[in-house]
Structure formats: C-alpha cells, structure tokens
C-alpha cells in the first residue's frame, strides 16, 4: 500500500505560536495534495489544496516538495480554534485511476 | 443544500447480523466513496462509484457491497458483521469523476460489532 507518513503529534502550544506539521508521501506519481482539518468525533473537512508553487490562506501556508516528496502546513499565530487532528492527504494514480490516500493525521492542541 | 447525509448515526450489530448504512448527497456530485476510520490508523477507502451504476472496490473492500441506482444514494452493505468492522463509516462525495476535487464528508456512522 502507498503510504503517507505524517509526524505523530501530538503537539501541543500555546495560543500565539507557529507550528508546522510535516508530511511525506511514497508514490511519486501523486499528482494531488491537501490538508484536511477534522475535529473531535467529527467528519474531515478540506483545509486547503497544496500547489506547486506553494500556497497560502491567512495564517495557514502550505508547501509543496515533489522531489523530496514532503509536503508541510504552517500556522502561524495559533488560536484556541486551530486544535484538531490535520490530515495530509494524497491524490494517487492507479491501475482502477485515482484514489486519495490519507495520513494518519496529527494532532494539534492550542492552549490559552 | 443539506450536504451527505448519513443514516443511522449509531448502530450495534451482533456478529452475523447485516445491515445498510445510508448515504445521500444533494449537491449533484458523481463521485461518492466509503471510507472507514479505525484509531491509529488513516481513512481507508471501502467502495467508491464515479456515477450512476458504476462502482468499483477501494483499499479495503472484503466483507461489504455497494450500489449505485441514482446519483443520489449510495448504501453500504455490510453482508455478515463481525467484530473487525467495529469502525466509523464515512461517506463522501465530490464534483466530477475522479477524487482530485475537494471531498464533502458527512457526519459518519459509528458501528459496533459485538
């Protein structure tokens, strides 16, 4: 099975840090990228698609490494809201076409 | 638009037993998948269909069926229950046929089996 290999977590900081989760991926053939958010006994919900060329959305950047195959979130200035479990998730291509691979996620706890 | 749906929210089952879990869209999407989430472990996908009447297996499909009679509705199938399918159930679907478009989950399934 392709693998997406994410940092264990969890982490835990205070309200006002920067963080950075990190991800890599297996197949070199992966041609789509992304982060989803999921809280507590909730469903996962798209955070953001990662580019090539990097990408960001307020305090949340990603970046996008394919000769390395390592993808990265950052949040900068973390509020309470942030904690959740960040899931990296990889669109692969294979033989039935594509399917999305899912890292076992990290987890994220802002403390006041 | 309500989203996906999924129906029931909870459900113990006894080792043997069978059972539908429901999933519905409204958004039009015609890609829908299952996938299960275990602790420890990733989302892993069960089935997944690219349109009315086409399905096909994902990672982990063994012990489950699926249909795809409208654009809709796709159901899960559990045939026999047994205590390795003790799991969270999540549905999702996305614009176009392929899962390079963002996913829309519902609110999971939570199945015991006892």
């Known amino acids: 099975r392709k693998e997406v290999e994410q940092d264990p977590g969890p982490f835990n900081v205070p309200e006002g840090a920067t963080v950075a989760f990190n991800c890599t991926y297996s197949?070199?053939?992966?041609?789509?990228f992304f982060w989803y958010r999921q809280d507590c006994r909730k469903e996962p919900k798209l955070l953001m698609s990662v580019y090539s060329s990097g990408n960001e959305d307020g305090r949340f950047t990603a970046q996008l490494n394919r000769a390395s195959q390592y993808i990265s979130l950052l949040i900068r200035d973390s509020k309470l809201s942030d904690s959740a479990t960040y899931l990296c998730v990889v669109n692969e291509v294979n033989q039935a076409g594509t399917a999305l691979i899912f890292g076992k996620g990290t987890t994220l706890s802002v403390s006041s | 638009n309500a989203g996906v749906t999924q129906t029931p929210k909870f459900q113990v089952l006894k080792t043997g037993q069978s059972m539908t879990l429901q999933c519905a869209q409204d958004?039009?999407?015609?890609?829908m998948s299952w996938y299960r989430q275990d602790p420890g472990m990733g989302l892993r996908l069960i089935h997944y269909?690219?349109?009315?009447?086409?399905?096909d297996q994902g990672e982990v499909p063994n012990g489950y069926n699926v249909s795809r009679s409208t654009t809709e509705d796709f159901p899960l199938r559990l045939l026999s229950a047994a205590p390795s399918q003790t799991s969270v159930y999540f549905c999702?679907?996305?614009?176009?046929?392929?899962?390079?478009?963002?996913?829309?989950f519902g609110p999971g399934t939570r199945l015991t089996v006892l």
């Open positions: 958004m039009n999407h015609e890609y």
């Open positions: 197949n070199s053939a992966s041609q789509s």
């Open positions: 269909s690219v349109g009315a009447g086409i399905t």
């Open positions: 999702a679907s996305s614009y176009g046929v392929n899962s390079y478009n963002e996913q829309f």
